[in-house]
Each structure stands twice: as C-alpha cells, then as structure tokens.
C-alpha cells in the first residue's frame, strides 16, 4: 500500500520560512518524479514544484521560483519543499504527489497539510 505523509506545515508570519517533508513508502521511489501541489480556500489546486527521478531535475511554478527548493533523498525515500520569503498569497493545504515513470498523471497523493502565512 503506497502511502504518501507530509509534515513541517503549520503558522508562520510573513518573510518567513518552512520546510515541508513528504515520507514516501510503498513504491519504488527512486522510480517516481515526487511533486507538490497547493490548494488554497476558494481556488483551484495548483502546481507548485516537480523533481524529477534520475538526475533530479526541478521545476517551480513562477509564483514561487527563487523562493521555494524541492529536493530528494531516495536513501529516505524523502521529498522536501524549502519555503522561504514565505507571502500571505503561499498560505494554503500542501500535497506531496508521485508521478511514476513514463505516466502522466500524478498516481498517488499525501492527505494534505495546512500552510498558514500570517502577515
């Protein structure tokens, strides 16, 4: 049973920082392409940054390139998201998502976490 759980959310006042773990299990992570995703009250969910497999390569939404690293440690079976200058418009429910190789879609996702920019 693939599981996906994040951690690290919570309050923090505006310009500052959080990072935000995702603890993979279940899969084969070092064969998944790890994102994350944010959904705010009201709005749609929204992409918010990719890391691929392999080499690793990364991709931010422009809202929060420059701001915000995702990274992997596929020892841990670990996806992270760093969020730095952290704006009130971050504040929002975070998930952790897994891409499969060679699929399109996002497979599986985390339940969720709550990001609050209080500003």
């Known amino acids: 049973q693939v599981q996906l759980v994040e951690s690290g959310g919570g309050l923090v006042q505006a310009g500052g920082s959080l990072r935000l773990s995702c603890a993979a299990s279940?899969?084969?992570?070092?064969?998944?392409?790890m994102g994350w995703y944010r959904q705010a009250p009201g709005k749609e969910r929204e992409f918010v940054a990719r890391?691929?497999?392999?080499?690793?390569?990364?991709t931010y939404a422009n809202s929060v390139k420059g701001r915000f690293t995702i990274s992997r440690d596929n020892a841990k079976n670990m996806v992270y998201l760093q969020m730095n200058s952290l704006k009130s418009e971050d504040t929002a429910v975070y998930y952790c998502?897994?891409?499969?190789?060679?699929?399109?879609?996002?497979?599986?996702w985390g339940q969720g976490i709550q990001v609050t920019v209080s500003s």
């Open positions: 998502a897994a891409q499969k190789f060679g699929r399109d879609e996002y497979e599986y």
């Open positions: 279940g899969l084969t992570f070092g064969s998944y392409a």
């Open positions: 890391i691929s497999w392999g080499i690793s390569i990364t």
